[in-house]
């Protein structure tokens, strides 16, 4: 009987992963969350010390690999400083989605971003290091006071 659950039917994609991000982002850890999916959670600082600590949180979808949703397979969600504090903040903020419960994440892929199957796919490694570069860019739209100017390449 096949398993519920992408990392018992695809342990070599798991195996993957895990190298990935203990190759790319040693500081993050994963552990499995009361109802089955896999998570990491770590902290990253992409501006250096000019920027803050960010603490994200990947979690994996059930269906993972899949592109069949805005975002893809893997959610990105930022734990301190928090996407819902910020947009309060802010008014609004470029590149987020809203998960099923309501919550904001980053956007870190397209679609047509990644493939699924024998082609590359998307990995918690590739979209940690997207919402890295959400991190950086937003902090830069902050820093230089771009509040409700053009924020990374559209008009808000």
Known sequence: MASFYWYEREPVLWNNE???MQTFFPQ????????????WVGTVRPR??????????LVYSNNHPSNSTYGGSITVYAIDP???????KFGRLPHVLRDA???LCLCTARQEDFKVGSQAT??????L???????FVFEEWVMKGHVGNE????TY
């Open 82 to 88: 928090n996407l819902d504090d910020l947009a309060k």
């Open 129 to 135: 290091g997207w919402a890295c570069k959400w991190i």
């Open 122 to 127: 998307t990995s918690a490694a590739s979209a």
């Open 101 to 103: 419960q309501g919550h």
């Open 48 to 57: 250096g010390e000019a920027g803050l600590p960010w603490t994200l949180q």
């Open 28 to 39: 993050f850890r994963w552990s499995k969350l009361d109802d089955g999916r896999l998570s």
């Open 151 to 154: 924020i990374f390449g559209e």
């Open 18 to 20: 895990r190298t990935a």
